[in-house]
């Protein structure tokens, strides 16, 4: 069979991402070759034997396996019509792990660091805007509003959002575009080893991050997405509400928002210690009995 997945008429109704489609077509792709056959004769058996390849063979991450299982829900309940099996392919669970956030210290010795001012203007622009990686190589020229000091971000989901224009991230663009002279993207690409007026690869700011943590001598693990954590982390810090920031990372829910209170210190700290309002006696003048050396 032919899979055309959200690029056929029921993904073009939901209005489907480019990258959603690719990545569709790619997973029903490698189910097919798994079993080496059609996948409109696989079934829900097959369907778990493929997750636990993906988890066991391949070492993917939970959230990969998730998305391919979001493909695989799609062609068997939007393509091949089979409303039955969805209660035959269930997402894995997905452990709630905090993300890792740096200081506003590190930031700045991250930023600091950068290789060059290609990497430098990259990572202000990251951090300054909350920006995700997919967002960045499609920045353009024209999202920069000057005027009104905002940033046109066209979001994940086709949800896009204005966020404030910092003027140290204008004076960085403003150094940065009489050097680089780029034309429609703010971050142009490269072909043959010749600049080209098309997105960058997305794994150069992904490299532009681990470099300049490597050269910071941070031994956190940076990637492009930790700047937006420490982006959405200090503003919560610094007494933005938790609907405000949602707007500005262009979250559909605020429950994903929600995550970064666990992740400000002026909130945690906030919160007193039930032990410390106990009137108990002080260490000090408890009894301490004998106690054995550690064998070493």
């Known amino acids: 069979m032919r899979f055309r997945g959200p690029a056929g008429p029921t993904g073009q109704r939901r209005n489907y991402s480019h990258q959603t489609t690719k990545a569709y077509v790619r997973t029903v792709s490698d189910f097919a070759k798994y079993f080496h056959r059609s996948p409109d004769q696989l079934g829900p058996e097959h369907i778990r034997e493929f997750q636990a390849h993906l988890f066991s063979e391949r070492k993917l991450a939970v959230n990969s396996v998730v998305q391919r299982t979001a493909a695989l829900r799609f062609l068997f309940v939007k393509t091949l019509k089979r409303a039955y099996m969805l209660e035959h392919i269930p997402f894995p669970k997905v452990p709630l792990r905090l993300p890792t956030v740096l200081s506003p ?12 001012l290609l990497h430098r203007t990259i990572l202000a622009t990251l951090y300054s805007t909350g920006m995700r990686r997919g967002e960045l190589v499609q920045f353009k020229a ?9 940033v046109h971000i066209q979001g994940k989901g086709q949800r896009d959002r204005n966020v404030p ?11 940065y575009w009489r050097w680089m002279k780029p034309v429609t993207f703010v971050f142009p690409g490269i072909e043959d080893g010749h600049r080209v007026d098309a997105p960058m690869s997305d794994k150069t700011v992904w490299h532009a991050c681990r470099e300049a943590a490597q050269r910071a001598s941070i031994t956190k693990h940076v990637h492009p997405h930790t700047l937006r954590h420490s ?6 810090e610094a007494g933005a509400d938790l609907r405000s920031i949602q707007m500005l990372l262009g979250h559909a829910d605020i429950r994903d928002t929600a995550i970064y209170l666990h992740l400000s210190q002026r909130h945690l700290k906030s919160v007193a210690n ?10 000090a003048t408890v009894s301490k009995g004998r106690v054995k050396p550690v064998r070493r």
Do not use: F, G
């Open 274 to 283: 039930p032990l410390d309002q106990l009137p108990i006696s002080s260490s």
């Open 142 to 150: 024209s999202d920069i509003d000057t005027a009104c000091m905002l």
């Open 231 to 236: 982006y959405a982390t200090h503003l919560l």
């Open 105 to 116: 210290e590190e930031v700045t010795r991250l930023i600091d660091s950068a290789a060059n």
């Open 165 to 175: 224009l910092s003027q140290k991230l204008l004076d960085n663009l403003r150094e």
